[in-house]
């Protein structure tokens, strides 16, 4: 297991009853980490760009060709190891194709995407969430993040993260202050009962199971769901 936190990346090899660094840079905090089937991504808001091809083990900077370090979402294809997408914020959103090697533009900053996801069963697909004021967009792409439109236009409070089922392409979770769920794609969009921020994800090997990682303002720190994300419950492993 490895998870990001204040202090870099930590790892743990007992299913998260104990925990020990696994990669740091001074000064720096890491709050994006993302899988792409054989390659690791993590992003920080001031170092940039890492990419690990050994399961976390070793960590490089794959920066060159990004106008600014200063990650805020970051996501790897599951299906395509050298595809990543990462958005800068104020510097608009990248793509990349070679592992990191090179870097292209494909959304303006005016976007302000704060999350991002890929289909785990289909690269083609990726979901952007954005924030703007007290609102924000979700946008969907069906040739691996090179062009975007938008399928939801006003997702309160702004995007958190994005899950997709591990088993449909179609079914898609935005964590928002009030999160919206949608079974077919993006054409019509439901409540699930998530309210706030907080990171959201499906269990690879059950899909109609998902997590909620509650930040604010949830009294109890993990949330569950047993019917595909139609109801939550307060969860306690």
Same mark, same amino acid.
């Given at each position: ?37 054989? +390659?690791?991504?993590?992003?920080? $808001?001031?170092? &940039? =760009? /890492?990419?690990? #091809? %050994? @399961? !976390?083990?070793? *960590? ?22 050298? +595809?990543?997408?990462?958005?800068? $914020?104020?510097? &608009? =959103? /990248?793509?990349? #194709? %070679? @592992? !990191?090697?090179? *870097? ?28 703007? $004021?007290?609102? &924000? ?6 040739? !691996? ?93």
């Amino acid at each position: 297991l490895l998870v990001t936190s204040t202090s870099g990346i930590q790892r743990s090899t007992d299913s998260g009853a104990t925990w020990v660094p696994a990669f740091t840079v001074a000064g720096q905090t890491f709050s994006t980490l993302s899988s792409g089937g054989s +390659r690791l991504w993590a992003g920080s $808001g001031g170092a &940039g =760009v /890492y990419a690990s #091809t %050994d @399961g !976390g083990q070793s *960590w490089i900077p794959r920066n060159a060709g990004l106008p600014t370090k200063d990650v805020v979402a970051l996501a790897g294809s599951p299906g395509n190891p050298g +595809r990543a997408l990462v958005s800068l $914020g104020a510097s &608009g =959103v /990248y793509r990349t #194709t %070679d @592992g !990191g090697d090179t *870097w292209s533009p494909v959304l303006a900053a005016s976007e302000k995407v704060t999350a991002l996801g890929f289909a785990p069963t289909d690269s083609q697909i990726v979901i952007a969430g954005t924030t703007s $004021g007290g609102g &924000g967009r979700i946008l969907k792409s069906t040739d !691996g993040g090179m062009a975007f439109s938008p399928v939801y236009m006003n997702l309160n409070g702004g995007a958190w993260s994005v899950a997709l089922a591990p088993n449909d392409p179609q079914h898609i979770l935005v964590v928002a202050y009030y999160s919206m769920q949608s079974t077919d794609g993006g054409a019509t969009w439901g409540y699930p009962g998530l309210f706030g921020s907080g990171v959201v994800g499906f269990d690879p090997a059950s899909p109609s199971n998902l997590y909620f990682g509650a930040a604010s303002p949830y009294g109890t720190p993990v949330y569950k769901s047993t019917n595909g994300g139609g109801t939550f419950y307060a969860y306690s492993p």
